[in-house]
């Protein structure tokens, strides 16, 4: 027999006192008209962060998912338990190949608004996620790429002019016009296919660290995507397979603060940061200033050591600011303040690169000067080579039949067919 206070309790009688169920939603710190202010973000000290045994148990470090991983300090100096130490080759190295994709992605725009090709995506104040990254990885270690990591092409000393082919979907894209441009496919220089589906890169990614291991092969694989994929389903099946599987693989997370048009928050930035998803998991987590190459660098080098003593995966986040639009497609002045990206607390990883290369004696200002003016110069002259095999607005640069083929290795008989009615119905139109 059913107690009829408990009924009454069903019906919702005894909560007439109880306030209203209300959602929240999340409002960014400063719309467009407003002042913005980053005081309220916690920069820990450059030497604060402690730096774990590479095969640690991910519980005996849950804090460093909360913390921030630095190097350089606000002088430019390198210091702490992260320093990597690295020979001024190298820091020239990471130097030149940030400063090479900056001068990459400007003309690229240009180029985008001339009407020369139909989209591009810069990565502006992002450099140092991605030539950090591919640097402290072994050249033939697998990355799985998003959508603003084309440093890690031109750290790999991927020819650019073949980058530009790819934007432009001329006669000398090696995809064929096939893929959106941006989207780059570089089997040689460990560069997976781009996708423009979010966060489909992640399981790929696992389940090829996975391919390796269960291979006994020595190579690990890499991904990125922005903090909203989070939000994706494939997100959290690759956690979960990375985790229980403790597959070989980095997985980076960008935190740039914004997606095209709304900020973080709405991925749960204002509940906790993105690098402790990696708790819940049982995973590595780190959280770095990713506008610190040499901290990048560092912490990419940690979870590549720990992968290869298989420790499992590592997850990273790279607390950055994505200082121009989501796209050419994007304008970010219609909802966030125009005064963030100068006002953005963690700076411009060029140059803090650069005065931390100053302080040590190895540049200058005029080598810097010298260096900007020749590198846009090598683009300039990699773009007019490129616009020779042709560019948006000039036509078809591959022949119609080249749409069925690459597919498989021996077309089957139906797509035969399709092809050659295709063909037919092209010439019937005095095409």
Same mark, same amino acid.
Request: with cysteine; aromatic share 8%.
């Given at each position: 027999?059913?107690d009829?206070h408990v009924?009454?309790?069903?019906q919702g009688?005894?909560? #007439? ?6 959602l929240h ?7 467009p008209?407003?002042?913005?202010d ?6 820990p000290a450059?030497?604060?962060?402690? #730096?774990?045994?590479?095969?640690a148990?991910p ?6 998912a ?6 350089l300090d606000?002088?430019g100096?390198a210091v ?6 690295l020979p001024p080759?190298?820091?020239?190295r990471?130097?030149r190949?940030m400063?090479l ?6 003309r ?5 608004r001339q009407?020369?090709?139909?989209f ?17 990885l072994?050249r033939?270690?697998?990355?799985f ?7 890690i092409l031109?750290?790999r000393?991927w ?8 934007i ?6 090696r ?21 423009g589906?979010l ?5 790929q990614?696992v389940?090829?660290?996975m391919a390796?291991?269960a #291979?006994?092969?020595t190579?690990?694989?890499a991904?990125?995507c922005g903090?909203g994929s ?19 693989v ?5 935190n ?9 928050g709405?991925?749960g ?5 993105f690098?402790? #998803? ?11 200033d990713g506008?610190?190459v040499?901290?990048?660098?560092a ?5 590549a ?7 499992g995966p ?12 989501h796209?050419t497609?994007?304008d970010?002045t219609a909802y966030r303040?125009a005064?963030?990206?100068?006002l953005?607390p ?13 302080g040590?004696?190895i540049w ?7 260096m ?8 300039r002259?990699?773009?007019r080579?490129?616009e020779?095999?042709?560019i ?6 591959h022949?119609?039949?080249?749409m069925f ?10 797509l035969?067919?399709?092809?050659q009615q ?8 005095g095409l």
């Amino acid at each position: 027999m059913t107690d009829p206070h408990v009924s009454a309790g069903l019906q919702g009688e005894s909560g #007439r006192n109880l306030p209203p169920l209300r959602l929240h939603v999340p409002e960014p710190p400063a719309r467009p008209g407003e002042s913005a202010d980053f005081t309220h973000f916690d920069i820990p000290a450059a030497d604060a962060a402690p #730096r774990p045994d590479e095969t640690a148990q991910p519980a005996t470090m849950r804090d460093m998912a909360y913390g921030l991983v630095r190097v350089l300090d606000e002088d430019g100096a390198a210091v702490g338990q992260w320093n990597p130490n690295l020979p001024p080759e190298t820091l020239l190295r990471m130097l030149r190949a940030m400063a090479l994709t900056r001068a990459f992605d400007a003309r690229m725009f240009r180029a985008q608004r001339q009407g020369k090709t139909s989209f591009y995506m810069k990565s502006t104040g992002e450099e140092a996620v991605s030539i950090g990254a591919a640097l402290a990885l072994h050249r033939d270690d697998m990355c799985f790429p998003s959508y603003r990591q084309q440093g890690i092409l031109i750290a790999r000393d991927w020819p650019i002019i073949d980058m530009m082919n790819q934007i432009y979907s001329n006669k000398g894209d090696r995809l064929k016009g096939r893929q959106l441009p941006i989207m780059y496919s570089a089997r040689e220089a460990g560069f997976f296919s781009i996708s423009g589906n979010l966060t489909t890169q992640y399981p790929q990614a696992v389940g090829w660290a996975m391919a390796s291991a269960a #291979r006994g092969d020595t190579r690990i694989a890499a991904t990125w995507c922005g903090e909203g994929s989070t939000a994706e389903g494939d997100f959290h099946s690759a956690c979960t397979f990375a985790s229980v599987y403790r597959a070989p693989v980095i997985m980076n997370i960008v935190n740039n603060q914004w997606a095209i048009s709304s900020f973080s928050g709405f991925a749960g930035a204002e509940a906790t940061t993105f690098a402790a #998803r990696a708790v819940g998991y049982g995973i590595a987590g780190l959280r770095v200033d990713g506008n610190d190459v040499l901290a990048v660098y560092a912490a990419t080098r940690w979870a590549a050591d720990r992968a290869r003593a298989n420790a499992g995966p590592t997850l990273i986040e790279h607390f950055t600011y994505r200082v121009e639009g989501h796209s050419t497609s994007d304008d970010p002045t219609a909802y966030r303040s125009a005064e963030e990206s100068s006002l953005w607390p963690l700076g411009d990883p060029i140059a803090r690169l650069k005065q931390h290369c100053i302080g040590l004696g190895i540049w200058d200002e005029d080598r810097h000067a010298a260096m900007d003016k020749e590198l846009a110069e090598t683009v300039r002259d990699a773009a007019r080579e490129a616009e020779k095999n042709g560019i948006l607005g000039h036509g078809l640069h591959h022949p119609m039949e080249s749409m069925f083929e690459d597919v498989f290795e021996e077309m089957p008989w139906h797509l035969k067919e399709q092809q050659q009615q295709m063909l037919d119905e092209w010439k019937a139109a005095g095409l």
